[in-house]
Nanobody, 121 residues
């Protein structure tokens, strides 16, 4: 059974930094794209950043130049380095990984449980 476990969230002052991690485990055959989403209170979940299995990255305009997504394929882990944090970055951050598991013919999306990030003075 696939599990995605996130860590690294917390409370930080504006201008501070956090690093989120998401580790996938459980019957994984291949991992394709890995992404981070976030959901602020009262708002829809939005895509923050994506990294392909080839290493190409894409970011939401609101985080470009401040956030960096990376991956360690050997550890089945995706990271999100968040710098120069702003109060509007507050929300629950979710990892999303497109992967194929044993005995299934196609890859599908899996979600982490979410980790809270709060940016406040």
């Amino acid at each position: 059974q696939v599990q995605l476990v996130e860590s690294g969230g917390g409370l930080v002052q504006p201008g501070g930094s956090l690093r989120l991690s998401c580790v996938a485990s459980g019957g994984i055959v291949t991992i394709n794209a890995m992404s981070w989403y976030r959901q602020a209170p009262g708002k829809q979940r939005e895509l923050v950043a994506t990294i392909t299995n080839g290493g190409s990255t894409n970011y939401a305009d609101s985080v470009k130049g401040r956030f960096t997504i990376s991956r360690d394929n050997a550890k089945s882990t995706v990271y999100l380095q968040m710098n120069s944090l702003k109060p509007e970055d507050t929300g629950v951050y979710y990892c999303n990984i497109l992967l194929r598991v044993v005995l299934e013919p196609y890859a599908r999306n899996f979600w982490g449980q979410g980790t809270q990030v709060t940016v406040s003075a």
